[in-house]
Nanobody, 123 residues
Framework: QLRLVESGGALVQPGGSLSLSCVAS????????IGWFHEAPGKERVRVSC????????YYADSVKGRFTISSDNAKNTFYLHMNRLKPEDTGVYYC????????????????WGQGTQVTVSS
């Protein structure tokens, strides 16, 4: 059973940068589609970025395009969300996810979720 654990959430000033990590255990991520979701206070959880299983196409929500970068390190069985030029509206809980969905596109739903990490963007 795949297990995901996020880390890296923090309080950061607007315009700042932050990197989130998601360490996977139990299985390797090689054949998984992976992604990051953002749940702002009082709002629904939405996907901000993902990498498909094969080929490894990437996707970014319009709200983060050009500011966030998703990456993975198969040797460490870990993937990341690098966030730059952070805005107050980026505040919320970030969840990493994974799914065995085999496609060049990211899945609509995910089977495996981390516990979430809090990001607060405020001066």
């Amino acid at each position: 059973q795949l297990r995901l654990v996020e880390s890296g959430g923090a309080l950061v000033q607007p315009g700042g940068s932050l990197s989130l990590s998601c360490v996977a255990s139990g299985e390797t991520l090689d054949e998984y589609s992976i992604g990051w979701f953002h749940e702002a206070p009082g709002k629904e959880r939405v996907r901000v970025s993902c990498i498909a299983s094969s080929p490894k196409n990437t996707y970014y929500a319009d709200s983060v395009k050009g500011r966030f970068t998703i990456s993975s390190d198969n040797a460490k069985n870990t993937f990341y969300l690098h966030m730059n030029r952070l805005k107050p509206e980026d505040t919320g809980v970030y969840y990493c996810t994974a799914d065995r969905f085999q496609s060049s596109a990211c899945p609509l739903s995910y089977d495996f979720w981390g516990q979430g990490t809090q990001v607060t963007v405020s001066s």
